[in-house]
């Protein structure tokens, strides 16, 4: 189950994990989470308990809320990405 904010959260890990220079192996070690799951989280196909979101904000170093707010930013962008592309449509 895919919602924006799950599909965004999962490319804000992304981009933290990047910025860090990090492969997913990587942060899923420091998370001590599955590398296929981090994956899974990336690509916004699952939704990361609090727990999950936690292990993985305490990785790269940032506050939990700060990773989801990341996320909720991106969604933002999405959204007003879209309401432009739809404005040129017109």
């Not at 799950?6 to 492969?23: C, L, P």
């Not at 899974?40 to 999950?52: C, F, P, W």
């Not at 506050?63 to 930013?73: D, I, K, N, T």
């Amino acid at each position: 189950m895919s919602t924006p904010l799950v599909s965004s959260f999962g490319i804000a890990v992304r981009q933290a994990r990047e910025a860090q220079g990090w492969s997913q192996e990587r942060l899923a070690e420091y998370s001590d989470l599955n590398r296929s799951y981090v994956g899974e989280i990336e690509r916004g196909r699952v939704i990361a308990s609090l727990v999950t979101v936690e292990k993985l904000a305490v990785s790269l170093g940032v506050p939990p809320s700060a990773l989801v707010m990341r996320g909720e930013a991106v969604a933002q962008a999405q959204l007003v990405r879209g309401l432009h592309l739809a404005a040129i449509a017109c």
